[in-house]
């Protein structure tokens, strides 16, 4: 979606904030614009397409300026056009404003607005923003935004600057996430911590109705009511060299790459073996209410509503816990009464996702209490939730989430466990569960090793328009999962379906044409999956098979077999979905997709 960089130092502003905007390139976007101060003038530039489109457009024009404001679009209001790319500006040119988030009220302000005389030059909601500050500015741009604020409904993340105020950026957040960089002799802000992490590590996250005032030397926050905010400064553990490609050709396929590493992160210091049980410090918080557990909702969206999905019967058989999963973009149309100790627990990589937010903000008001299982430090989800667990996962670019989602899964296991040795489970079984997930980073280097393997696969397959993914029990959500994957990036049409379901429809669809990818590791359930293998394959359907090592039964009646090393059977989710990961990306590259930013996605869905 939508993405902010801004920059107010001694350096020149156009190159940080060209780099901060390609750094912002896989939340997806359609156009981008940047305006930069120099003295009393303000100079600005905005083209459709790419980041290249308007860095080609800037061409050697001289964008002077120490202080300025980026961004990133994706339309909401008005089409992708040079128009309605940010910076919007008022009728003067005096204010420019860039903005994430939709203001619900916008049509009201732009007729009032519209009746004492003002043009627009958009069709955007962002315009009336300009228009507003301009209206308001009497000297102070603090107390012009404020009064802006006031009038605003809806969600917003914006930036300012004026003509007549060199060298000063105020920025403001209602439900949009704004995060201020403390550099060296310079300030900056955005929207998400990686288009800041070149030029510093030294964060500060602005709440909802909160504005801040950035100069090279200081930087101030207070509330919309003014009164004055301290905050203290955080340290994010993401590197620059987090966000660079490294010699992969794609994001997606360096993070699938990076799984052996962010599982390890996900458990590192987190199992003790002498007990049985995993220690994670972040729940502390609400120990002493999870103990009392009785319901688990889980809630999230596409990926993490996934591996929520998984999570369900991981929490079934580790816990005495009843559980269900909830697509967080549905929750507010249910009517669910929670029962006393209901717990929510979140999933999100951005932590920013705006159905995952209103869904946890629901439950809260009905006296469910929260925890969450996200990426991103400080993000909304995370401080909404309050306590939870951080996948320390590090940035994950591509449009496509693989990373965290073995890394939630990882998490969720901790999590079940840590519950089931309160519960139920014995020692013998706790150090059991503990020694299988050490074993994961392992294993997952043996899946990854297989990459060769699986691009021939993709090879062989990828002109296939319809395919089938099946599964059962832990692995039926791994079936729907490997489904989005390969349509997201390939666009390939495909369905992912409980292998017991195929009698009751998706079997007409089976023919010659048509690849189905039956997951059937060595679990409880697998004699039930060789019979669904068997019959697909007596409808000359073709089949990919992911299956245990060793495994000669099915090697003998499938097409292609991929091998996956033997674990528990709770956690073979973790290395089933490697395979498809890597499937869904060799024939996205077969079909020369643009695989990091596939059409129409966005990488964080902030709005509902
Ligand atoms: O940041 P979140 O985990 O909350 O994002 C949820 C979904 O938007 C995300 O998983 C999306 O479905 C990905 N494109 C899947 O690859």
Same mark, same amino acid.
């Given at each position: 979606?939508?993405?902010?960089?801004?920059?107010?130092?001694?350096?020149?502003?156009?190159?940080?904030?060209?780099?901060?905007?390609?750094?912002?390139?896989?939340?997806?976007?359609?156009?981008?614009?940047?305006?930069?101060?120099?003295?009393?003038?303000?100079?600005?530039?905005?083209?459709?397409?790419?980041?290249?489109?308007?860095?080609?457009?800037?061409?050697?024009?001289?964008?002077?300026?120490?202080?300025?404001?980026?961004?990133?679009?994706?339309?909401?209001?008005?089409?992708?056009?040079?128009?309605?790319?940010?910076?919007?500006?008022?009728?003067?040119?005096?204010?420019?404003?860039?903005?994430?988030?939709?203001?619900?009220?916008?049509?009201?302000?732009?007729?009032?607005?519209?009746?004492?005389?003002?043009?627009?030059?958009?069709?955007?909601?962002?315009?009336?923003?300009?228009?507003?500050?301009?209206?308001?500015?009497?000297?102070?741009?603090?107390?012009?935004?404020?009064?802006?604020?006031?009038?605003?409904?809806?969600?917003?993340?914006?930036?300012?600057?004026?003509?007549?105020?060199?060298?000063?950026?105020?920025?403001?957040?209602?439900?949009?996430?704004?995060?201020?960089?403390?550099?060296?002799?310079?300030?900056?802000?955005?929207?998400?911590?990686?288009?800041?992490?070149?030029?510093?590590?030294?964060?500060?996250?602005?709440?909802?109705?909160?504005?801040?005032?950035?100069?090279?030397?200081?930087?101030?926050?207070?509330?919309?009511?003014?009164?004055?905010?301290?905050?203290?400064?955080?340290?994010?553990?993401?590197?620059?060299?987090?966000?660079?490609?490294?010699?992969?050709?794609?994001?997606?396929?360096?993070?699938?790459?990076?799984?052996?590493?962010?599982?390890?992160?996900?458990?590192?210091?987190?199992?003790?073996?002498?007990?049985?049980?995993?220690?994670?410090?972040?729940?502390?918080?609400?120990?002493?209410?999870?103990?009392?557990?009785?319901?688990?909702?889980?809630?999230?969206?596409?990926?993490?509503?996934?591996?929520?999905?998984?999570?369900?019967?991981?929490?079934?058989?580790?816990?005495?816990?009843?559980?269900?999963?909830?697509?967080?973009?549905?929750?507010?149309?249910?009517?669910?009464?929670?029962?006393?100790?209901?717990?929510?627990?979140?999933?999100?990589?951005?932590?920013?996702?705006?159905?995952?937010?209103?869904?946890?903000?629901?439950?809260?008001?009905?006296?469910?209490?929260?925890?969450?299982?996200?990426?991103?430090?400080?993000?909304?989800?995370?401080?909404?939730?309050?306590?939870?667990?951080?996948?320390?996962?590090?940035?994950?670019?591509?449009?496509?989430?693989?990373?965290?989602?073995?890394?939630?899964?990882?998490?969720?296991?901790?999590?079940?466990?840590?519950?089931?040795?309160?519960?139920?489970?014995?020692?013998?079984?706790?150090?059991?569960?503990?020694?299988?997930?050490?074993?994961?980073?392992?294993?997952?280097?043996?899946?990854?090793?297989?990459?060769?393997?699986? =691009?021939?696969?993709?090879?062989?397959?990828?002109?296939?328009?319809?395919?089938?993914?099946?599964?059962?029990?832990?692995?039926?959500?791994?079936?729907?999962?490997?489904?989005?994957?390969?349509?997201?990036?390939?666009?390939?049409?495909?369905?992912?379906?409980?292998?017991?379901?195929?009698?009751?429809?998706?079997?007409?669809?089976?023919?010659?044409?048509?690849?189905?990818?039956?997951?059937?590791?060595?679990?409880?359930?697998?004699?039930?999956?060789?019979?669904?293998?068997?019959?697909?394959?007596?409808?000359?359907?073709?089949?990919?098979?992911?299956?245990?090592?060793?495994?000669?039964?099915?090697?003998?009646?499938?097409?292609?077999?991929? =091998?996956?090393?033997?674990?528990?059977?709770?956690?073979?989710?973790?290395?089933?979905?490697?395979?498809?990961?890597?499937?869904?990306?060799?024939?996205?590259?077969?079909?020369?997709?643009?695989?990091?930013?596939?059409?129409?996605?966005?990488?964080?869905?902030?709005?509902?």
């Amino acid at each position: 979606m939508c993405g902010i960089v801004c920059y107010v130092g001694e350096r020149e502003a156009k190159g940080i904030l060209l780099e901060g905007l390609k750094r912002l390139e896989y939340r997806g976007y359609d156009s981008a614009g940047v305006a930069i101060q120099n003295g009393s003038g303000v100079h600005f530039e905005r083209a459709v397409g790419r980041i290249a489109d308007l860095e080609r457009k800037i061409g050697t024009r001289p964008l002077d300026g120490t202080a300025g404001i980026a961004h990133t679009r994706w339309a909401t209001h008005g089409e992708p056009s040079e128009a309605n790319a940010h910076p919007h500006r008022d009728r003067d040119g005096n204010v420019f404003v860039i903005h994430n988030g939709i203001i619900e009220n916008y049509r009201a302000l732009k007729k009032k607005l519209e009746g004492r005389g003002v043009s627009f030059r958009s069709e955007t909601d962002t315009e009336v923003i300009a228009h507003l500050v301009a209206l308001h500015f009497e000297g102070d741009l603090c107390e012009a935004v404020r009064k802006t604020m006031l009038q605003l409904e809806g969600t917003f993340g914006i930036a300012v600057i004026h003509r007549q105020v060199p060298g000063k950026i105020v920025v403001a957040r209602r439900g949009s996430p704004l995060i201020i960089g403390i550099g060296e002799n310079c300030h900056l802000a955005a929207s998400d911590v990686s288009a800041m992490v070149r030029h510093t590590n030294k964060v500060v996250h602005l709440l909802d109705n909160e504005l801040a005032v950035l100069s090279s030397d200081e930087f101030s926050i207070s509330t919309v009511q003014a009164t004055p905010i301290e905050r203290v400064t955080e340290t994010v553990d993401w590197q620059a060299d987090d966000a660079e490609l490294n010699g992969f050709p794609h994001f997606m396929l360096k993070e699938i790459f990076e799984q052996p590493e962010t599982v390890r992160n996900a458990i590192r210091g987190r199992l003790d073996y002498s007990e049985g049980i995993p220690r994670l410090g972040g729940i502390a918080p609400v120990w002493e209410g999870l103990k009392q557990c009785r319901h688990l909702v889980i809630v999230g969206c596409g990926t993490s509503y996934y591996a929520g999905f998984v999570g369900r019967y991981i929490f079934e058989k580790l816990t005495d816990i009843d559980v269900t999963v909830e697509l967080a973009s549905e929750f507010r149309y249910r009517r669910i009464n929670f029962a006393p100790n209901t717990f929510v627990l979140a999933l999100s990589q951005s932590g920013e996702t705006a159905d995952t937010l209103a869904a946890i903000r629901e439950a809260r008001r009905k006296g469910a209490s929260l925890m969450g299982v996200v990426n991103v430090v400080g993000s909304s989800i995370a401080r909404e939730a309050g306590a939870g667990v951080y996948n320390h996962a590090g940035p994950e670019i591509g449009v496509a989430s693989t990373k965290i989602f073995t890394s939630q899964l990882t998490i969720m296991s901790l999590l079940a466990l840590l519950l089931g040795r309160h519960h139920s489970l014995s020692l013998t079984e706790g150090i059991e569960a503990i020694r299988a997930v050490d074993a994961l980073p392992g294993q997952i280097s043996r899946v990854l090793s297989l990459a060769h393997a699986i =691009e021939a696969m993709a090879e062989k397959y990828h002109l296939k328009s319809n395919w089938l993914f099946l599964g059962r029990k832990y692995n039926y959500p791994i079936a729907m999962e490997g489904a989005l994957k390969l349509k997201e990036i390939s666009y390939i049409h495909a369905e992912g379906y409980a292998a017991g379901e195929m009698k009751h429809g998706p079997i007409a669809l089976v023919n010659p044409d048509m690849p189905t990818v039956a997951i059937a590791p060595q679990d409880s359930v697998y004699e039930k999956m060789v019979s669904n293998i068997q019959e697909i394959k007596s409808r000359r359907g073709p089949v990919i098979a992911l299956v245990t090592e060793g495994d000669e039964e099915i090697r003998e009646i499938a097409d292609d077999v991929i =091998e996956i090393p033997r674990t528990l059977e709770f956690l073979y989710p973790i290395l089933s979905v490697i395979p498809l990961q890597l499937l869904a990306y060799y024939c996205a590259k077969f079909l020369h997709r643009d695989i990091d930013k596939p059409r129409n996605l966005a990488k964080s869905v902030t709005v509902e």
